[in-house]
């Protein structure tokens, strides 16, 4: 497999826990977190509930900034206010695909919306655009003029990952944006992203409580503990041989 192209380097969150008259306020702290990404590979993050693994996805996608540390890829340094590098390059597919949606707004205005502020592109060539995310994940282009409430779930779904991927991103994280499907919908899903993953080189984050789909679908694993990273490696590897009590425990743990 091909080298790291992005890093993520000693990076912090803090929390301020409000102060309740009752208790004393408990800051929380995520970090200092170090790890790589290499291209068309799988990562998942596993972890108990708290643990810090969605404020690692938020930080990569810089929907939060960290409190210190840094990002590189191809090693050059990223500002993590550089909105356009993390549009464009790392996206997250939400868990709740219709909830993500705006109900108002046509499938195909709301796929062209990232189009419009992170590109060039005319307005023909944007709605060809729409039309080739739309067949990507196998709907049609008339569904651009439906609205989210005449999809399915499934459905929905694959219109989130359409719009994760119609900025043809390096990096796509799936936080427990398949939980919600029900199992022959999700390996419909699986199977596109596998496809889609083969197709485009993507670097997939995967969180998930699922051990059977994170050893079918990962090849490195980040097990995290009390906003750290404890243990990394090679899926096969860290399954067969954990080294850390806790991992043994959350590998034994998760739901199958
Ligand atoms: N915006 C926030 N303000 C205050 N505390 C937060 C905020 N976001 C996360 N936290 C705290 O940071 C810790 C890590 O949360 P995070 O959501 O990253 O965990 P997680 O491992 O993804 O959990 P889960 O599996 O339940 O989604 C938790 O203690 C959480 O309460």
């Known amino acids: 497999m091909s080298v790291e192209f992005i890093r993520i380097n000693e990076v912090t969150k803090c929390y301020k826990d409000k102060a309740h008259w009752l208790k004393k306020g408990k800051d929380v702290v995520i970090g200092p977190v170090t790890f790589g990404l290499k291209k068309g590979e799988t990562i998942a993050i596993v972890g108990e509930a708290g643990s810090g693994k969605s404020t690692i996805a938020r930080l990569l996608a810089a929907a939060e900034t960290p409190d210190s540390g840094y990002l590189t890829h191809n090693g050059i340094e990223i500002d993590w206010n550089n909105t356009s590098f993390f549009c464009k390059n ?8 219709q909830k993500s949606l705006n109900p108002t707004i046509k499938i195909g205005q709301q796929l062209e919306q990232p189009l419009i502020f992170n590109t060039n592109l005319n307005a023909d060539e944007r709605q060809l655009k729409i039309y080739s995310a739309l067949r990507m994940v196998g709907l049609l282009p008339e569904h651009a003029e439906y609205y989210p409430h005449m999809f399915s779930g ?25 939980a919600p499907l029900d199992p022959s919908l999700r390996a419909q899903v699986i199977n596109l ?38 243990e990394q490696g090679n899926i096969a590897e860290i399954f067969a041989n954990p080294s850390h009590d806790k991992t043994k425990k959350l590998l034994s743990s998760l739901d199958m």
């Open 90 to 97: 790392i996206r997250l597919i939400f868990q709740d695909a």
């Open 154 to 178: 499934g459905q929905a779904q694959r219109i989130s990952i359409a719009r994760a991927l119609i900025l043809d991103p390096e990096v796509v994280i799936i936080d427990e944006a398949l």
């Open 193 to 230: 992203l596998i496809e889609l993953q083969q197709q485009h080189q993507l670097t997939y984050i995967l969180i998930s409580h699922q051990i059977s789909l994170i050893k079918y679908l990962s090849d490195r694993i980040l097990i995290m503990d009390n906003g750290q990273i404890i």
